[in-house]
């Protein structure tokens, strides 16, 4: 068995290249080549020594992910769909805009919290993804799309950890990850531009803190625990309040001086007026004593198996103001790529589910979600 080099950042490399007998600087030439250009043909790293290149034949390779399928949606957005083995596919989404280039990455095959408005949650959990595998996503995207603009500038600006799984429940892989996004001999991402979206687990929240601080979106989806346990199973282990006090301490560290609350809106389920009160009252009434936040308002994607329909727009523009009146800033996110199902809670990949969450989840969908007051 061969090292893949992507599951290594740059310490990992210089590491490895000491176990080789290689200076530090050889590290960080080969990781380059790698990430900043695109190369995994150790032969076309002209200038590391021969005897090196012949080394790493012989106990290492840079494998990308086999591509199962590509969508690419009238909108530019393209879906990437990766074979991971065992009967398992990720998805990987890139959005284009005018000032940005966005890459939606994929943590696990699977996801085991089960959120209940999520497609991914529905298919129950498989495995972790290796950090070679999160970072495969990033380094084929790249350099794909680099190739077909037939141009050496980079193309994604802003990596966000939104798609499939529950990023800190994979915080091993996760880690060395988000350290080679925002390595300048690799990526060179701004920490304020690398987003780690968490369903609320808390402990990693602090760790993450100190380890690797980037930008935090938190999953809220409910003003009230009551309603929260049932959409966001995770809730009865770390409640709101719990979670809450573990945004404020993250806040501590981040690069960016706001969380993201990311809010889906369900119709007649926590699109309501008082459910908005609620939620102002939730972070903190008045500004003084409020966590720092932002909302997003994600209009749901509905799909057959979650029993559950996108609030109307009237509904999401009133829920809108009443946040924004309240001194919240509030944007409302623009549905990309529905029309090859990349939007927001549409990815569902291949998952072989090994934890019955999927069943359980099929159970669920016959009780009513009933709105807590
Ligand atoms: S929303 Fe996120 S945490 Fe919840 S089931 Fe989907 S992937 Fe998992």
Same mark, same amino acid.
């Given at each position: 068995?061969?090292?893949?080099?992507?599951?290594?950042?740059?310490?990992?490399?210089?590491? $490895?290249?000491?176990?080789?007998?290689?200076?530090?600087?050889?590290?960080?030439?080969?990781?380059?080549?790698?990430?900043?250009?695109?190369?995994?043909?150790?032969? &076309?790293?002209?200038?590391?020594?021969?005897?090196?290149?012949?080394?790493?034949? *012989?106990?290492?390779?840079?494998?990308?992910?086999?591509?199962?399928?590509?969508?690419?949606?009238?909108?530019?957005?393209?879906?990437?769909? $990766?074979?991971?083995?065992?009967?398992?596919?990720?998805?990987?989404?890139?959005?284009?805009?005018?000032?940005?280039?966005?890459?939606?990455?994929?943590?696990?095959?699977?996801?085991?919290?089960?959120?209940?408005?999520?497609?991914?949650?529905?298919?129950?959990?498989?495995?972790?993804?290796?950090?070679?595998?999160?970072?495969?996503? @990033?380094?084929?995207?790249?350099?794909?799309? /680099?190739?077909?603009? *037939?141009?050496?500038?980079?193309?994604?600006?802003?990596?966000?950890?939104?798609?499939? *799984?529950?990023?800190?429940?994979?915080?091993?892989?996760?880690?060395?990850?988000?350290?080679?996004?925002?390595?300048?001999?690799?990526?060179?991402?701004?920490?304020?531009?690398?987003?780690?979206?968490?369903?609320?687990?808390?402990?990693?929240?602090? /760790?993450?803190? &100190?380890?690797?601080?980037?930008?935090? #979106?938190?999953?809220?989806?409910?003003?009230?625990?009551?309603?929260?346990?049932?959409?966001?199973?995770?809730?009865?282990?770390?409640?709101?309040?719990?979670?809450?006090?573990?945004?404020?301490?993250? @806040?501590?560290?981040?690069?960016?001086?706001?969380?993201?609350?990311?809010?889906?809106?369900?119709? *007649?389920? =926590?699109?309501?007026?008082?459910?908005? !009160?609620?939620?102002?009252? @939730?972070?903190?009434?008045?500004?003084?004593? /409020?966590?720092?936040? +932002?909302?997003?308002?994600?209009?749901?994607?509905?799909?057959?198996?979650?029993?559950?329909?996108?609030?109307? =727009?009237?509904?999401?523009?009133? $829920? #809108? /103001? #009443?946040?924004?009146?309240?001194?919240?800033?509030?944007?409302?996110? +623009?549905?990309?790529?529905?029309?090859?199902?990349?939007?927001?809670?549409?990815? #569902?990949?291949?998952? !072989?589910?090994?934890?019955?969450?999927?069943? !359980?989840?099929?159970?669920?969908?016959?009780?009513?979600?009933?709105?807590?007051?």
């Amino acid at each position: 068995m061969t090292t893949n080099l992507l599951d290594l950042d740059l310490g990992g490399i210089a590491a $490895f290249c000491g176990q080789l007998g290689e200076k530090r600087f050889r590290a960080t030439q080969l990781f380059r080549w790698i990430h900043q250009r695109g190369v995994a043909d150790f032969d &076309q790293m002209t200038d590391l020594a021969k005897s090196l290149r012949e080394k790493l034949k *012989g106990c290492a390779h840079v494998s990308a992910l086999p591509v199962a399928t590509e969508q690419a949606s009238a909108d530019g957005t393209i879906k990437w769909l $990766f074979d991971v083995g065992g009967g398992n596919a990720v998805e990987t989404v890139f959005i284009p805009e005018d000032d940005r280039g966005t890459l939606c990455i994929s943590s696990q095959a699977g996801c085991a919290v089960g959120c209940r408005f999520c497609s991914t949650g529905h298919q129950g959990f498989s495995r972790n993804l290796t950090t070679g595998e999160i970072v495969a996503q @990033l380094w084929f995207a790249e350099h794909q799309l /680099r190739q077909r603009r *037939g141009s050496d500038e980079r193309v994604i600006s802003n990596v966000v950890m939104m798609g499939m *799984g529950e990023p800190l429940q994979n915080y091993a892989a996760l880690v060395p990850a988000l350290r080679t996004m925002l390595d300048d001999h690799a990526y060179g991402l701004s920490r304020r531009r690398v987003t780690v979206s968490t369903s609320g687990v808390v402990p990693m929240m602090d /760790r993450l803190a &100190q380890d690797c601080p980037v930008a935090l #979106a938190v999953s809220l989806h409910a003003p009230s625990d009551a309603l929260r346990d049932n959409l966001v199973p995770l809730n009865r282990k770390y409640p709101l309040q719990e979670l809450l006090a573990a945004c404020r301490r993250y @806040l501590d560290y981040a690069p960016r001086d706001f969380i993201t609350f990311e809010y889906c809106m369900l119709d *007649g389920v =926590n699109d309501q007026p008082e459910q908005a !009160r609620e939620l102002v009252a @939730l972070v903190g009434g008045s500004a003084a004593e /409020r966590v720092p936040c +932002k909302f997003n308002l994600i209009p749901f994607n509905p799909f057959p198996a979650s029993g559950l329909l996108r609030s109307p =727009n009237a509904a999401v523009t009133a $829920f #809108a /103001r #009443a946040l924004s009146d309240a001194g919240i800033v509030t944007t409302v996110r +623009k549905t990309r790529g529905d029309d090859i199902d990349a939007a927001c809670g549409q990815l #569902a990949g291949d998952v !072989r589910d090994r934890t019955r969450v999927g069943e !359980r989840m099929a159970r669920l969908r016959t009780i009513p979600i009933v709105p807590q007051p």
